[in-house]
Structures are given as C-alpha cells and as structure tokens.
C-alpha cells in the first residue's frame, strides 16, 4: 500500500464546474496534510495546508481532512483554464522523539486537472 | 524576497558519469531538503538537513549519492556514477525551521542517456 495515494486522472472539468480532488493516506498518526499546485514543467506550489478535521476555505479553494477516515480532499470552485495542472497531495509524520521526520512530505503521484473552456 | 535557486536548470550526461547540482535556499531558512521526482511521480526526499547537519537521508541510495550543506547554507547534491533511472527533476526546497512551510525551487532536470 503507498503511503498516500491519488487517482492520477486526467480530472477534466468545464470551466465554472467545481473540481473534486481527493487522497488517502495510510500513516494514521499523520498531523499534518497540503495541496500543491505543480504547472507542466514548474516546481510544485502550496496552495492549502489543513491540521484539522473538517473544512478550510481559501477563495476557489476548500481543503477537507477527515482523520478517521485517513481521507482529505480539494475542492475547486468556478474552476478557470487556468488551474489546469496536477494537483500533489502531502502528508506530514507526527514528530517523533528524534525528530528525525518531523519535516519530511510525503507526496502522492499527483492528479492531473483539466479545466476546459 | 529572493526564492530557492538552483542550477544548473538542465543537465544530459550519459551512464556511468557524475554529475553535481547546487542549491541556495532562502535566506535564513534553517532546513533544506532534496527531492527526486521521476515524470509522472510525486517529489520522493532524498535528503533534509537542519542547518549543516543531516535530519533524514533514509533514502538516498549512499552507493551513488552523496549531498553536504557546508556552513549551512548552500547545498550540494551529486551522483556518481549516474545510472538511466536518476532521470528525474532534482527539486530543492527550503523551510524557516522543521515544522514551516517548504518552498521549493525551479528544480534541475537530470537526463542520463
């Protein structure tokens, strides 16, 4: 089993339609969990952290995370042309004594989005 | 603020040769981190350090690699002798301390032939 997974896509949606993007992970004591946003070509961006359960808005963007269910997802709303990319879904490790993996991501293979006019 | 850089930003060396990349991370930002990530894959670490000293290198594959952050700045990461699966984006990311965001840089994409 990998340790986080996406469906790789393509997800292709019509401009104005809201993008669902999810992951699962499998380290249940993950405490930390990001959305990047990579563009072809371009280095992964953040665009949502999440700590929580339950929703985290930021414009177009809301993260859900649900600990129980090792799941978090993105939403996209009133998606544009331009959010076309792979989204990349990071899971960061509970610290440890050593804090030898406190920093460490671990990403998914990425969801490739389409957003057609 | 200047972000992550790195160089070179392109690289084709052929099987059995070395190769050396560099990283400067964001000024006064305590960790630095090298990523691998092979097309159609997400970023695998490689190795983070914390100042000049080595947090997690589990899995940098140490018969080839090797990466310093000398004075706890810049960062090298080399490979030696390269082999045609190091074909890969080789990003360098940079946070203020463990716990803080990581921005990542433009990355240096290795083609091995």
């Known amino acids: 089993q990998k340790e986080v997974e996406q469906n790789s896509g393509p997800l292709s949606v019509p401009e104005g339609a809201i993008a669902s993007l999810n992951c699962t992970y499998s380290?249940?004591?993950?405490?930390?969990f990001f959305w990047y946003r990579q563009y072809s070509g371009k280095s992964p961006e953040l665009i949502m952290s999440?700590?929580?359960?339950g929703d985290k808005e930021d414009g177009r963007f809301t993260a859900q995370l649900n600990k129980a269910s090792q799941y978090v997802s993105l939403l996209i709303r009133d998606s544009q042309p331009s959010d076309s990319a792979t989204y990349l879904c990071a899971v960061k490790p509970r610290f440890n004594a050593g804090g030898t993996s406190y920093g460490k991501l671990t990403f998914g293979q990425g969801t490739i989005l389409t957003v057609h006019p | 603020e200047a972000g992550v850089a790195q160089s070179p930003r392109y690289k084709i060396i052929e099987k059995r040769q070395s190769v050396a990349f560099w990283c400067n991370p964001i000024s006064g930002h305590a960790t630095l981190y090298w990523y691998q990530q092979i097309l159609g894959q997400g970023p695998k670490l490689l190795i983070q350090f914390q100042n000049n000293g080595v947090v997690d290198d589990s899995q940098l594959p140490k018969d080839r690699f090797s990466a310093e952050r000398l004075k706890g700045v810049d960062s090298t990461l080399k490979i030696q002798p390269a082999k045609l699966e190091d074909s890969a984006v080789y990003l360098c990311?940079?946070?203020?301390?463990?716990?803080?965001?990581?921005?990542f840089g433009p990355g240096t994409r290795l083609t091995v032939l």
């Open positions: 380290d249940r004591g993950s405490q930390s």
């Open positions: 999440i700590y929580s359960n």
């Open positions: 990311a940079s946070s203020l301390d463990l716990a803080d965001t990581q921005y």
